[in-house]
């Protein structure tokens, strides 16, 4: 197929690419700006939605990743609205401009997160379990509803709720220098469930996506085995060979990192893919060991 990818220089996306130009998809990248066709770059407005309608020539997907990176800097009010306006906005716009093609591409598969689910404990999290609360939790709401254009003009839409993606870049990378002085240790009380993915299956999870028609709606882009923040902390100290002996007590998170400790270190999100299960899916690192032995080299 012909994909055009938004947000392919982003984590998971520079992972994207390559693999679906591999496995015979001819992947274009739309970009915000120095747009060559030359080298297999289009532009992509992000204010309008509108695509270089080169890009669009025989087009038979989108997969949209673009949003601005949640975890970068506090949640300030202004933080809050670019955050809102990459992923809610965009999406919008871009479903609207789909929408409005006399020839539409078939698909659309957009990412999400599954702070969809907000903060709920040990309860194990589906596809089909109700939104949490949050500020998070209404970005997913919104960022998934936003994409209604396209569905309603007849183009199949996936929404990926991606959960914590581990791979040399991304969050995992954000942790390995405490970890690796001796530094780490568990956040709050280390009962909060950890939702994770390694970076190869996120990949996987996306282009699976994509080829199987019966797919739309949501889909939870974890494995099937969430552990605690303690479990995680445990597995990442012994892989590195180091102690974790220094715990993050739930008060001084939130004095770093403000309104965002709640959302994304303190709170539980116990997910399981049921779609992906359903579908048969197969996980290439289901055991967090494995993954982040892979990851690291270890």
């Known amino acids: 197929m012909k994909v055009l990818v938004t947000g392919a220089s982003g984590f998971i996306g520079s992972a994207l690419v390559p693999r679906l130009r591999e496995t015979g998809h001819d992947a274009v990248r739309l970009v915000r700006r120095n747009a060559n066709p030359a080298n297999g770059t289009f532009e992509w407005d992000v204010a309008s939605?509108?695509?270089?309608?080169?890009?669009?020539?025989?087009?038979?997907?989108?997969?949209?990743?673009?949003?601005?990176?949640?975890?970068?800097?506090?949640?300030?009010?202004a933080k809050k609205a670019r955050l809102r306006?990459?992923?809610?906005?965009?999406t919008q716009r871009l479903?609207?401009?789909?929408?409005?093609?006399?020839?539409?591409?078939?698909?659309?598969?957009?990412?999400?997160?599954?702070?969809?689910?907000?903060?709920?404990?040990?309860?194990?999290?589906?596809?089909?379990s109700a939104p949490g609360k949050g500020f998070l939790a209404d970005l997913c709401r919104d960022w998934e509803e936003a994409a209604a254009p396209a569905r309603a003009a007849g183009v199949r839409v996936v929404h990926v709720r991606t959960g914590v993606v581990l791979g040399r870049g991304?969050?995992?990378?954000?942790?390995?220098?405490?970890?690796?002085?001796?530094?780490?240790?568990v956040i709050g009380n280390g009962e909060q469930?950890?939702?994770?993915?390694?970076?190869?299956?996120?990949?996987?999870?996306?282009?699976?996506?994509?080829?199987?028609?019966?797919?739309?709606?949501?889909?939870?882009?974890?494995?099937?085995?969430?552990?605690?923040?303690?479990?995680?902390?445990?597995?990442?100290?012994?892989?590195?060979?180091?102690?974790?002996?220094?715990?993050?007590?739930?008060?001084?998170?939130?004095?770093?990192?403000?309104e965002m400790a709640d959302e994304l270190l303190l709170a539980s999100a116990r997910v399981e893919p049921a779609r992906l299960a359903q579908c048969?899916?197969?996980?290439r690192h289901s055991m967090l060991d494995d993954a982040l032995r892979h990851v690291l080299g270890r």
């Open 49 to 77: 939605g509108r695509i270089d309608p080169r890009a669009l020539e025989s087009a038979d997907a989108i997969i949209h990743l673009a949003g601005e990176n949640i975890g970068s800097g506090r949640w300030t009010a």
């Open 170 to 185: 991304g969050p995992l990378a954000k942790m390995l220098l405490p970890f690796r002085l001796g530094l780490g240790g």
């Open 193 to 258: 469930y950890f939702s994770w993915i390694a970076l190869d299956d996120i990949v996987e999870v996306f282009r699976f996506a994509l080829e199987h028609e019966d797919l739309a709606g949501p889909i939870n882009g974890t494995t099937s085995n969430p552990v605690t923040n303690r479990v995680f902390t445990k597995t990442l100290g012994k892989v590195l060979g180091r102690p974790t002996l220094f715990p993050m007590p739930a008060f001084a998170a939130r004095i770093v990192f403000g």
């Open 95 to 128: 479903a609207e401009h789909l929408a409005a093609l006399e020839r539409r591409p078939r698909m659309l598969v957009c990412g999400s997160a599954i702070g969809y689910y907000g903060s709920r404990g040990s309860e194990l999290l589906s596809e089909t």
């Open 280 to 283: 048969g899916f197969s996980f």
């Open 85 to 90: 306006a990459s992923r809610v906005d965009a």
